[in-house]
């Protein structure tokens, strides 16, 4: 087994929101502690709205070492000066044509869902990390948990180079399984923007858990 290496936290953002109020959100968040990545996940949104929305997310964070994503659209990033772009469908040729259009320092992620075949494809075609999932129901996509995703997670982990991330249903009440695998990044999005008492408590309780978990 690997070594154990503290996991990361990935923040996705709500589906659909107020953009005013979820930058303050944001900022909440960023206060209960360290957030590796946010990705902005609007996919019922025009260009217009994403643009207005990140730039105001894009304020909060310049100031930490968050790296920001755009879901889904690698010119629109690109034009917004995010880091990166995160693709939901494992297509390689989707993966090459951001890559050249983002560049190669540029991140570009990708959802494999439980496919130890397409994952190791789109990592050769140059992904940056890959992610694995739902590992538990999700009722922000409304899935149920995918068979074998943690037995994928853990082949990854200790198999491969590329950083991967769990997503699904991840709470700081549910770690421990996920943690075992050895897994680079944590994914949340409800659990951090529906905790009652506000993001930054629930940034500081995943950052608890991960703590919590070391071996």
Request: hydrophobic share 45%; proline share 7%; glycine share 6%.
């Amino acid at each position: 087994m690997t070594d154990w290496v503290k996991p990361q936290l990935y923040l996705v953002s709500p589906p659909r929101f107020e953009p005013k109020a979820f930058a303050a959100q944001v900022r909440a968040a960023l206060g209960g502690g360290p957030i590796a990545c946010l990705q902005l996940w609007m996919p019922d949104a025009s260009d217009d709205d994403i643009r207005s929305a990140a730039t105001l997310v894009l304020a909060e964070i310049k100031s930490h070492d968050t790296a920001f994503l755009l879901n889904g659209n690698a010119k629109l990033a690109t034009y917004l000066g995010c880091d990166g772009v995160h693709l939901d469908t494992p297509d390689v040729k989707a993966v090459k044509a951001a890559k050249k259009i983002l560049g190669d320092d540029a991140i570009v992620g990708v959802s494999c869902g439980t496919s130890r075949h397409t994952s190791m494809d789109v990592a050769e075609a140059g992904a940056d990390y890959v992610s694995f999932g739902p590992i538990y129901d999700t009722a922000t996509k409304e899935l149920a948990a995918a068979p074998g995703a943690l037995d994928t997670l853990t082949w990854w982990a200790e198999m491969m180079e590329v950083p991967c991330v769990a997503v699904g249903g991840l709470t700081p009440q549910n770690l421990d399984p996920v943690l075992d695998t050895r897994c680079e990044f944590i994914c949340a999005v409800s659990a951090v923007w529906n905790h009652p008492d506000g993001p930054a408590a629930a940034v500081h309780a995943f950052h608890k858990a991960f703590e919590s978990s070391e071996v």
